[in-house]
């Protein structure tokens, strides 16, 4: 597993003299982005640096490990700069997953509140509706000073026993979905399935 690790400050800031060999940045963008990338350009441009120390010109050669030198230290401080924000990027993705956990944890709260207050509710309206049902039977609506009580007739079945019911009352359904467990076995196999394919993943955690 690959590994950054900081250097010293004193490396990492280190000025690197200008290279004129293959092109590469030696300035600290910032972004994590344009940090790999610079990496990418670096590593390049060490290795055609490298190649260029076997020329036959002792002139060259001596450019060459100038211009190789300054490429290696600028690689140190690119290094620093790239754990740096990724460690930088670890603590902003730890925070976030940390927020948002404790607002699941409010939103949880928050429904199991709702959830009692609702039920609250059910149950005194219950109450107040048995109470002027007993004193006014034939009623379908009360009116108070600041509110109005109205009530609407409705009905609906009740399975007492599903079993007893004769099969024209019952309603067939027919579903299905892929059997993933099955399939990724046979996929393993070596099988060769129409519509599915084996694809593997790797995940990553932040400790």
């Known amino acids: 597993m690959a590994v950054l690790t900081t250097i010293p400050t004193a490396a990492a800031t280190a000025s ?10 030696l300035q600290r963008s910032g972004s994590l982005w344009q940090l790999g ?11 055609q640096l490298a190649e260029q120390l076997e020329a036959d010109d002792p002139g060259h050669r001596a450019s060459a490990l100038a211009e190789l030198e300054a490429a290696l230290l600028a690689e140190e401080g690119n290094k620093a700069a790239l754990a740096a924000k990724a460690d930088a990027t670890c603590w902003v993705i730890e925070h976030l997953r940390g927020q948002a956990a404790y ?33 006014q039977p034939a009623a379908t609506r009360f009116s108070f000073p600041n509110h109005e009580l109205s009530s609407r007739k409705s009905s609906a079945v009740v399975i007492d026993d599903e079993e007893a019911l ?42």
């Open 16 to 25: 690197a003299p200008e290279a004129s060999g293959p092109a590469c940045s």
């Open 37 to 47: 990338i610079e990496a990418q350009e670096l590593t390049s441009a060490i290795g």
């Open 103 to 135: 607002r699941q944890q409010q939103a949880k709260r928050l429904s199991d509140l709702a959830r009692s207050d609702a039920g609250r509710a059910d149950s005194l309206e219950e109450s107040l509706v048995f109470v002027l049902t007993q004193l």
């Open 166 to 207: 004769d099969s024209e009352w019952l309603m067939v359904t027919t579903t299905s979905k892929p059997d993933r467990a099955a399939i990724k076995e046979a996929l393993k196999a070596g099988r060769q399935i129409s519509g599915a394919q084996l694809l593997s993943r790797r995940s990553w955690r932040i400790h």
